[in-house]
């Protein structure tokens, strides 16, 4: 089986369980982790890729964990006539997939970076930020 | 011997098409080499821009009128309410307001997804709006309601009319506080996690005119892509001048314009609905002002660089919202647009939420029309007040 991208989304308990050991130890998967990020609200996001026999027992085993999971089909494109670069969402990004460039001022997405947290979504004035799916 | 101009003799090199007009940022590359002297020989007109939020926003709306005839009381633009204390066809619609279903905060951080900002780009890009009405009914006005579906060009007039735009200097907002806040200025993290700022900067209008000595009722502008007017100073027109506890000169601060134009010449490029998460809605404006290089100190004011201009850094956890004095220094905005600067010795990241990027277009977009003789500039009936004049803010009791 080739390996299939998921997202998955932590409350704060759970981001202190050793979740990924037990990916491994009892459903025999290989992982992979594409992204992994924690919010100053200590909830986690985690996005793996995964391939094994045991693949939706391993997600079953998840979901009885509490952890919400998510196949990684949507994409974060940005509208480019909407964005000023203002660059409000640069500070705010956390993989650095919206940066500024300098000295010219201008807004850049790196799509490659992005982990698809939506935080640009909700911040950016403009609404230029878009999610597909 | 120094420079004098007057404002018929620079028009009268745009209508010939001998005006030499630049933007403020190439000014400060012109003088850092030319210097000051050479710059104010060369130059007739620096023209400035900024496309920042700009919440005193608001339209002037004529319906043209239904049969049987109606008295505004209430209306509504795609569920956004505008005002009606007007006359009888006229309704006034704020940049800020919002549906009377929206959750507002209530879903906190609401989103504020669509506001009057958002109608006025509607509004201005010719999309169709929905139109709700509701009156008492009077012998000469007996309608009592109205729906229906109209565009910018099925009503009388749009004049859009902003009581308070382009702001001469910001805060440089900062959270010292231990959670994120949802401001004007952006979603603020926790601990001084990031620090947001707001004008163009070398390139903002009222930077570089810091005494008004050539800004006032009547200027001719660049207003959301369209030409408009200073029409008075804004409201909460504070002058004043900003200095470190050195005494050392920082820039200016506190002026604001009342600014007005006719929406239908308008376009949605440079009037842009906007929604701050947790804050409210508005509406991003795009705005240029030229000034006449009239004498060398007007030229000497345009030209002073990012480098010499500072923002003051404020607490939006609890100095601003409490009006508590704040102690966190000035920031330049060379600093600020570098992407990193240090406060309480913590080095964050910063962003802007206006757009340096489209500060410049306006910018050069106002040099074209005035290059290509379409722009003349207009003397202003009267200068606006400045820090001289020393008005001081109130403060509300209660
Ligand atoms: S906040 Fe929105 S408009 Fe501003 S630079 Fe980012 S994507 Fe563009
Ligand atoms: S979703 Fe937006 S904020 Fe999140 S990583 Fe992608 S670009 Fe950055």
């Known amino acids: 089986m080739s390996p299939k991208k998921i997202v998955l989304r932590f409350t704060k308990t759970l981001s202190e369980k050793p979740i990924i050991y037990y990916l491994v130890k009892d459903y025999d998967l290989v992982v992979n982790i594409v992204k992994a990020n924690i919010n100053p609200h200590k909830e986690g996001m985690l996005i793996l890729e995964l391939s094994g026999e045991k693949y939706e027992q391993g997600l079953d085993y998840l979901r009885s964990q509490g952890v919400t999971v998510q196949p990684l089909t949507q994409e974060i494109i940005r509208n480019e006539e909407r964005c000023s ?30 982990i698809v947290c939506q ?4 911040t950016c004035p403009l609404r230029a930020m878009e999610v597909r799916f | 011997m120094s420079i004098e101009r007057t404002y018929a003799e620079i028009n009268s ?3 010939s098409g001998k005006v030499v007009v630049v933007t403020a940022e190439e000014l400060v590359t012109m003088v ?5 002297t050479a710059a104010a020989k060369e130059v007739d007109v620096v023209t400035t821009g900024t496309f920042g939020p700009m919440c005193s926003s608001g339209v002037f709306l004529n319906f043209g009128h239904s049969a049987p005839r109606m008295k505004i009381q209430k209306a509504w633009l795609n569920k956004v309410p505008a005002y009606g204390g007007i006359a009888a066809a006229d309704v006034f619609l704020g940049a800020t307001e919002m549906p009377e279903d929206d959750p507002l905060n209530s879903s906190y951080p609401g989103e504020f997804r669509y506001g009057g900002g958002h109608v006025i780009e509607d509004l201005v890009a010719r999309k169709p709006i929905k139109y709700k009405a509701i009156a008492y009914g009077t012998d000469c006005y007996p309608r009592k309601e109205i729906e229906t579906e109209i565009t910018l060009d099925d009503i009388n007039e749009a004049i859009l009319m902003n009581p308070r735009n382009a702001y001469q200097n910001y805060n440089c907002a900062v959270n010292l506080s231990s959670r994120t806040i ?18 163009a900067g070398q390139l903002s209008p009222l930077l570089k005119d810091p005494d008004f ?3 006032g009722v009547g200027t001719r502008i660049f207003l959301g892509g369209g030409i408009g007017y200073v029409v008075w100073n804004g409201t909460q027109h504070f002058p004043d001048r900003l200095y470190d506890k050195n005494g050392k000169y920082l820039g200016p601060s506190g002026g604001t314009l009342s600014v007005l134009g006719d929406l239908k010449q308008m376009n949605p490029q440079w009037l842009r609905g906007t929604s701050f998460l947790g804050y409210g809605a508005t509406l991003t404006v795009g705005i240029g002002v030229p000034i006449p290089v009239l004498n060398e100190e007007i030229i000497r004011y345009a030209a002073v660089p990012d480098e010499e201009l500072y923002a003051p850094i404020m607490d939006y956890s609890d100095a601003y919202p409490n009006r508590k004095p704040c102690d966190l220094g000035f920031v330049s905005y060379a600093e600020l647009k570098s992407g990193k600067i240090t406060v309480n010795g913590k080095e964050i990241p910063t962003a802007s939420m206006s757009s340096y990027k489209k500060a410049r277009e306006v910018a050069g977009i106002l040099k074209q029309w005035i290059q290509k003789g379409d722009f003349l500039l207009s003397q202003p009936a009267q200068l606006l007040p400045n820090a001289d004049d020393g008005i001081k803010a109130k403060v509300l009791k209660g």
């Open chain 2, 182 to 199: 949802y401001t004007y200025m952006g979603l603020l993290k926790p601990n001084l996690g990031n620090a947001h700022y707001s004008t």
């Open chain 2, 13 to 15: 090199k745009i209508k």
């Open chain 1, 85 to 114: 670069s203002c660059g409000a969402c640069t500070a705010i990004c956390p993989s650095g997939a919206l940066y500024m460039e300098r000295p010219n001022m201008e807004v850049k997405f790196d799509g490659d970076k992005c």
């Open chain 1, 119 to 122: 935080l640009c979504l909700k």
């Open chain 2, 32 to 36: 850092k080499d030319k210097g000051i």
């Open chain 2, 213 to 215: 000595r050539t800004i």
